[in-house]
């Protein structure tokens, strides 16, 4: 098994610096970098203070010139918010910066108050088609003149330029939940990446199983990797009591996620107030022994052991998700006790 990190600038009030934040983040990559994290991922997300991420690109081609080996992943792109043809170019000058370490995500897009704003109101759930028509348009322009007449794109011959260095192309990984995300990403050749959110692990083992069948439907692919998505924060054995922190911090953070993703509020310069406590006291999920079992909480032994069931059903990398609401330190130390005590394991 592999091992990432996903990251993001947390920004939750007016008084925290995004400058400070950045370095941050940056600090936690290079850390990730040198306890053997094979790539690092940022997503895209606009107007919302609390993942403060409008340009993967620009992050990860910053943090090319700061580290060596760790590859630098988008994770993801939102398709209905790009051009093909731009996203190409970008996309491949960030490979030429980092000499060949982009790993390209892309997504179909899921928070409405970003569809509202970027893509003309367009309902988040029918980003699919732009999904469906990006990811070979895509790999067409990598490889040289390609004409595109689509539902959704249309263009004239063009190319991308420049073209990307890694010579098979970077690799592409798409986020999948439905059958049919996994089956159009393993019929296109595309790495599969999953996340359960707040549900437990028969909610993983259901995610494996969906990618198992659609690589059974298409044998004539060479099987991708599943990459899985997880919440993570590490205790030490010594505070037995410890996992309660993150899971009181996972709550929060789910709360702010709940808030932006009902899309009933007035943003205030890219600020809302997450739901109540009160308002999701009766689902099961938001409990704070639900979040311990749920979400990947627990010491250093208790984490080992989840991990080999994710390896058993299949997951060939996981994703050490950062985003929790908790201070810098507080996430800095839960990744080094992660490297330090749990990844050994796993070499």
Sequence with gaps: MQFSLFVHMERYHAQQ?????????????????????????IGEHHGMQ?????????????????????RLGAGTFVAPFWDPVRLAGEAAMLDVISEGRLEFGIARGAYQFEFDRLADGMSAADGGQALREMVPA??????????????????????????????????????????????????NGCNVMVTALMKGDEEVADLARKFDTACANHPDVSRPDLMLLRHTYVH?????????????????????????????????????????????ADNPEFDLDSLRCNMMIGTPAELVERLKGYEEMGITEYSFWTDNTLPFEEKKRSLELFIREVMPYFR
């Excluded at 403060?52 to 060596?68: C, D, F, N, V, W």
């Design 17 to 41: 610096d995004h400058r400070q934040l950045f370095e941050e983040l940056c600090e936690l990559v290079k850390i990730a970098e040198a306890g053997g994290f094979r790539t690092a991922w």
């Design 50 to 70: 609390f993942t403060s991420s409008p340009s993967p690109l620009a992050q990860l081609a910053y943090l090319a010139g700061k580290t060596e080996r760790i």
């Design 138 to 187: 895509i790999r067409r322009l990598w490889q040289g003149d390609y004409a595109h007449q689509g539902e959704v794109y249309r263009f004239p011959t063009t190319t991308s330029v420049p073209k990307p260095v890694q010579a098979a192309l970077p690799p592409m990984w798409i986020a999948a939940r439905d059958p049919n995300s996994h089956d159009f990403a393993v019929a």
């Design 236 to 280: 030490e054995e010594s505070e037995p009591e410890g996992w309660r922190r993150g899971a009181e911090a996972l709550n929060r953070f789910y709360r702010y996620f709940l808030a932006w993703f009902k899309n009933d509020q007035a943003a205030v310069d890219g600020f809302i107030d997450p739901v109540s406590p009160a308002s999701v």
